[in-house]
């Protein structure tokens, strides 16, 4: 299909270095394509070790006149950003749609949500103070907060412009200068963001997007490198280990926001509608593919068979469609990979004795559609009870006392988000600080905003993203003794 947008100049196919749009040195491209139709969208030139070495310095040199900027100096440029990504909704949004899958009005929330992170971290940045500390009388004991560094960031395809704006917005509000490695599925997005930060004045050097079809290739001149400062991803477990393994050689800070299992647990005396509302919206959120998306749904038997009945219902009124489909509710997974991944997931369990009540196969639309599935019959044995699915399937297990429904929630390596639902005050406080994760939404489901600290425990990460905690991770703190006064 042949997208239209307001302005043509907001799809870029280069990477973005030093301010200037460049191809990689060997030339290389590789190909962009709708998850939807398979049709592919754009060629995008590819970077290597050398493109990323020379950026790394370039975004060096440019981070020593922004960090002496006046604060409300740096702060303007970062909401003059905002104000052109919000002014370009439809066309980032559409640009998103068309290589991502989510349906327009998914990422038209994004779009903004990602907006919403540079205007808070314009207003944090101002806000980086120190502390002087009781000392004898002739001495001072002084703490500053500086920019770590050079930052180096990696994003996911499953949200390819807010994941940026995350990382970039506090790394430039704290005087540091980032450069950024998308998804090869999603980088589309991220020079569209590029293009934005130029004209919002952004210099040169301090906010570079380096696409490539080897990951590991720039990710590993991003991590060995000893000018950049700090890795911040967002992806898999297995890749995250990986990185902070790389990191160690130069002991670089890093946050790591990572894969999650996210137990939604319902007892029997919650709000059963607002219990089944909220499970829908997390489980099904951008097609089940968020680390926050409810993995496991845990419903105490008491109001089991009601529960599964009023969220099978729900689901069966859902509409798999093209994201620029205006009816469309949901759209497809990623790519043909993720496709079969997902239906792996789902044979597997069948297999152990899982009962579909909806769904359960790939979409008869083709492509990367896969049925909104629901699987009932499942146990704590079953491999499904462990495996982040990133996809539209939703396990209902089911549990007996809270005792139990806790000792299921922890009872994985990850600890994101979980969800819990009942109307029992006490019950919600030692649900609350008995599950072992970083994040807990208590009758609700729709937890994130650029206010509050996102991140994990566990395998699931380290450092927090959004809030007045997430510029912390781009600072360092700084110990000054001044004597013989
Ligand atoms: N926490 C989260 O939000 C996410 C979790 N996931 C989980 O991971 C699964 C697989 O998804 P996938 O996209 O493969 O996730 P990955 O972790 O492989 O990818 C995330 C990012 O890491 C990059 N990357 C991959 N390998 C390397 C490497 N060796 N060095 C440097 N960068 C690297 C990817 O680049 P490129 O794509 O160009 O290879 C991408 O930019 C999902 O099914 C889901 O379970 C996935 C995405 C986000
Ligand atoms: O899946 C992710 O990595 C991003 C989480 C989306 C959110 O911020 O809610």
């Not at 604060?71 to 068309?98: F, K, Q």
């Not at 980088?187 to 906010?207: Q, T």
């Not at 670089?252 to 919650?270: Q, Y």
């Not at 009872?411 to 988000?417: I, K, P, R, S, V």
């Amino acid at each position: 299909m042949k997208l239209q947008l307001n302005d043509s100049s907001l799809l870029q196919t280069q990477a973005f270095i030093n301010g200037e749009w460049v191809n990689g040195d060997a030339g290389e491209t590789f190909p962009v394509s709708n998850p939807a139709t398979g049709e592919v969208i754009a060629e995008v030139a590819s970077v290597g070790a050398e493109e990323t070495a020379r950026t790394i310095d370039l975004a060096e040199a440019a981070m020593s006149a922004w960090k002496k900027l006046a604060p409300a100096e740096r702060s303007g440029i970062l909401e003059r950003w905002y104000d052109l990504i919000i002014e370009n909704t439809d066309d980032l949004a559409a640009i998103m749609t068309l290589e991502q899958g989510k349906p327009l009005f998914e990422a038209k929330g994004e779009v903004m949500y990602g907006a919403s992170y540079l205007k808070w971290f314009a207003e944090e940045g101002k806000r980086i103070y120190g502390d002087v500390l009781p000392s004898p009388g002739d001495r001072r004991s002084i703490v500053i907060k500086q920019p770590v560094g050079v930052v180096a960031a990696i994003t996911p395809w499953n949200f390819p412009n807010a994941m940026i704006t995350r990382k970039a917005a506090p790394a430039l509000a704290a005087g540091c200068s980032i450069l950024l490695k998308p998804a090869a599925e999603t980088p589309l997005s991220a020079l569209a963001l590029a293009e934005l930060s130029k004209r919002a004045g952004v210099p040169a050097g301090l906010f570079n997007v380096l696409p490539t079809k080897s990951s590991s290739t720039v990710g590993g001149e991003m991590t060995s490198n000893t000018k950049v400062k700090k890795l911040t991803f967002t992806g898999s477990t297995p890749i995250g280990k990986l990185l902070i393994k790389q990191c160690a050689d130069t002991v670089k800070r890093t946050s790591m926001e990572l894969g999650g299992n996210a137990p939604v647990i319902v007892f029997d005396d919650a709000d059963l509608d607002l219990a089944v509302k909220g499970a829908l919206a997390s489980k099904y959120r951008n097609s089940g593919q968020t680390c926050i998306c409810a993995n496991r749904l845990l419903v105490q038997e008491g109001i089991y068979d009601q529960f599964v009945e009023k969220f099978a219902a729900a689901v069966k009124e859902f509409k798999l469609g093209h994201g620029f489909d205006e009816e469309a509710t949901h759209g497809p997974v990623v790519s043909k990979k993720a496709l079969s991944d997902i239906d792996a997931i789902v044979q597997n369990a069948v297999e152990q004795g899982a009962n579909v009540v909806a769904g359960g196969k790939p979409s008869e639309l083709g492509n990367c559609f896969y049925e909104p599935t629901i699987l009932t019959d499942v146990n704590d044995k079953m491999s499904i009870f462990g495996e982040e699915i990133f996809g539209p399937v939703a396990p209902v297990f089911k549990f007996s006392t809270e005792e139990e429904a806790i000792a299921m929630a922890n009872d994985t390596e990850f600890g994101l988000a979980s969800y819990v639902f009942t109307q029992n005050l006490g019950r919600i406080w030692r649900v609350s600080e008995g599950i072992e994760y970083g994040m807990v939404g208590v009758n609700e489901t729709a937890i994130s905003s650029e206010v509050i600290p996102f991140g994990g425990v566990k395998e699931s990460g380290q450092g927090r993203e959004g809030s007045k905690y997430g510029l912390e991770d781009y600072l360092e703190t700084k110990y000054i003794c001044m004597g013989g006064l």
